[in-house]
């Protein structure tokens, strides 16, 4: 039996403390990540994706917080609550970087400017595997060099700003696999960078997942990006997992009708000119109350039952599952 190494489990993310004042920005979200294997986390900007990230890190601050669910790390046969975690302790600086590696957004923020790449990647080899300097920066120069980065004896002494946007999304690489952990998020890995990087980083990092048995969770919003480096896919809809499928049941078949709706705006892979079908409207605010589905506003096949209430997530096939009314599956599930 393929046991997850790190599970979500009905884990729900409020802002504010305040019962009468909070507004909840994700909705009983599960997740499960095997070694080895890719779980893509998809849908537009605004939709819950990085927040979900950060939760699963245990990063949230003030305002935010996870108000229900677990969220389960496997370490080595020992499974930990890491959401019952005080998120400065040092318990969870233990497990971040060690257990559990993220790959941020922006490598030009998230880099400290101050310091060269390669004291960055050393300083967490140090502080986990209690390497000395000297057998830490050797590591650091051995990581850059995995990931691709010429002269990496050379680039090591480099500060961000001196580095290129793909190089310094490879250092970010460096530093969330320096100390092996069984489970990387890698949250919108190649944005702002152009194709040909882009393609080397997400190969990269299929590479290296394969190699060091990881459990990768990828956050991006392109789907030409989960088509060619996912095993499973979420999509997600304004804090909601609103369908939940194995990559070619995706592709071949598209339940929901925003996850329609992403296909309809994609170019064909022919590259056959057409006429792309955007969806109208955009992503309802987090402080916008709803009740119902969110998608209702944007949805074709919008009816009254969908602003009344939210169906759940529930099975259609072996594959895959969606929460949408226009499912018998889903009617006689919540009947």
Not at 191 to 200: E, G, K, R, W, Y
Request: with cysteine; charged share 20%.
């Amino acid at each position: 039996m393929n046991v997850p190494v790190f599970q979500m489990r009905n884990v729900s993310i409020d802002i504010g403390s305040h019962k009468t004042s909070a507004r909840r920005i994700a909705y009983g979200v599960d997740i499960e990540l095997h070694r080895g294997r890719t779980l893509a986390l998809v849908g537009e900007s605004g939709c819950g994706k990085s927040v979900t990230a950060l939760s699963a890190m245990n990063l949230l601050s003030s305002p935010l917080r996870i108000s229900e669910g677990s969220i389960l790390l496997d370490m080595e046969g020992e499974t930990r609550d890491i959401a019952q975690l005080d998120p400065s302790g040092a318990q969870m600086r233990q497990i971040r970087g060690r257990r559990i590696g993220m790959i941020f957004q922006d490598p030009m923020t998230a880099l400290d400017p101050v310091y060269t790449v390669g004291n960055q990647i050393a300083e967490s080899l140090s502080h986990h595997l209690g390497l000395s300097h000297k057998a830490a920066w050797a590591k650091a120069v051995d990581l850059l060099r995995l990931v691709g980065i010429p002269a990496p004896e050379q680039r090591a002494r480099s500060y961000p700003f001196e580095l290129s946007g793909g190089m310094r999304q490879r250092v970010m690489i460096a530093i969330a696999i320096a100390c092996s952990p069984s489970v990387l998020i890698a949250d919108e890995p190649t944005t702002a960078l152009d194709v040909t990087v882009q393609a080397q980083i997400l190969e990269l990092l299929r590479e290296l997942g394969e190699q060091l048995g990881m459990a990768t969770l990828l956050i991006t919003h392109d789907l030409g990006v989960v088509a060619e480096n996912a095993d499973e896919v979420i999509v997600m809809y304004r804090g909601h997992v609103v369908e939940k499928a194995g990559i070619d049941a995706l592709f071949d078949n598209p339940a929901h009708p925003y996850t329609q709706g992403l296909m309809a705006s994609l170019p064909p892979a022919s590259g056959e000119r057409v006429e792309l079908t955007p969806i109208p409207g955009q992503v309802p605010s987090i402080m916008e109350v709803i009740v119902g589905c969110p998608f209702t506003d944007r949805c074709p096949h919008a009816m009254q039952k969908c602003s009344e209430l939210m169906p759940a997530l529930t099975a259609i096939s072996p594959e895959q599952a969606v929460a949408c009314w226009l499912y018998p599956a889903v009617v006689e599930a919540q009947a």
